[in-house]
């Protein structure tokens, strides 16, 4: 079994930062790619960022220079550092992760359970 669990949401003011962490744990070979997914009230859920197992990262364009992804294999976490947030950035965030299981063959995609960031004007 994997769980992936998010951590990190908060209230915080507009121009303020946050980090996001999302760990994966279970019977784990490999994680390949992470990424950071948001939905808002009334929204569907919208990319954020992505990073590859080798470090490669994709953002979408409304974070682009305000949003960090990274991720340290060895503790089987990823980041999302939010910074120079603002109002509309108000989302619960969701990790997700195609993880290789100890004696699989093909990697699946997991989802943790999300974390709400607020963000006050």
């Known amino acids: 079994q994997v769980q992936l669990v998010e951590s990190g949401g908060g209230l915080v003011q507009a121009g303020g930062s946050l980090r996001l962490s999302c760990t994966a744990s279970?019977?784990?070979?490999?994680?390949?790619?992470m990424g950071w997914y948001r939905q808002a009230p009334g929204k569907q859920r919208e990319l954020v960022a992505t990073i590859t197992s080798g470090g490669a990262t994709n953002y979408a364009d409304s974070v682009k220079g305000r949003f960090t992804v990274s991720r340290d294999n060895a503790k089987n976490t990823g980041y999302l550092q939010m910074d120079s947030l603002k109002f509309e950035d108000t989302a619960v965030y969701y990790c997700?992760?195609?993880?290789?299981?100890?004696?699989?063959?093909?990697?699946?995609?997991?989802w943790g359970k999300g974390t709400l960031v607020t963000v006050s004007s």
């Open positions: 997700n992760a195609n993880i290789l299981r100890t004696l699989a063959y093909v990697g699946l995609d997991y």
């Open positions: 279970g019977s784990i070979r490999r994680i390949n790619d």
